[in-house]
């Protein structure tokens, strides 16, 4: 008896669209990294990139609990000295929500070259209208 290994390209990718008004932040992108990575799927390989697409649009309406609006930091550095900046979660919510969303979900993905093939299938938007009305995304209400 042999196992069955899923090619990626016979694999059909499913566009789903996902809308954050009101859903919370850490559930939200768990739920995104699991279709992403394609476990909702019976042929899931961890090693194959099996996942579907992803569409969130309101990333500005995602809510957090607690006092993560102030408390939790992101941060970077910019390689010279002195160069570590942080940034609350609050302000970056109001500069780039986008941002806040696309690292929660990148947290979740494994990380390599089949981590980044899973991300570049996330698209998030600002705003109720995004550019891929030609895919039919299927609305994904269970998150």
């Known amino acids: 008896m042999k196992t069955y290994l899923p090619k990626k390209d016979t694999n059909a990718k499913k566009w789903y669209l996902v809308d954050a008004k009101g859903k919370t932040l850490g559930r939200l ?3 995104v990294a699991a279709i992403l990575r394609g476990k909702h799927k019976p ?3 961890p090693s194959i990139d099996t996942g579907d697409f992803v569409v969130i649009i ?21 390689m010279y000295p002195d160069g ?3 940034m609350p979660l609050g302000k970056l919510l109001e500069e ?8 929660a979900v990148w947290g979740m993905l494994p990380k390599g070259p089949l981590g980044r093939d899973m991300f570049k299938k996330l698209k998030v938007y600002t705003g109720s209208s995004h550019p891929h009305q030609a895919q039919v995304p299927v609305g994904l209400e269970r998150i």
């Open 43 to 45: 042929d899931f390989t």
């Open 84 to 86: 570590l900046k942080a």
């Open 96 to 103: 780039r929500p986008e941002e806040v969303l696309k690292k």
């Open 29 to 31: 992108a768990s739920r």
């Open 58 to 78: 309101n990333a500005e309406k995602v809510h957090v609990t607690g006092n993560k609006m102030t408390g939790k930091f992101y941060y970077h550095h910019t």
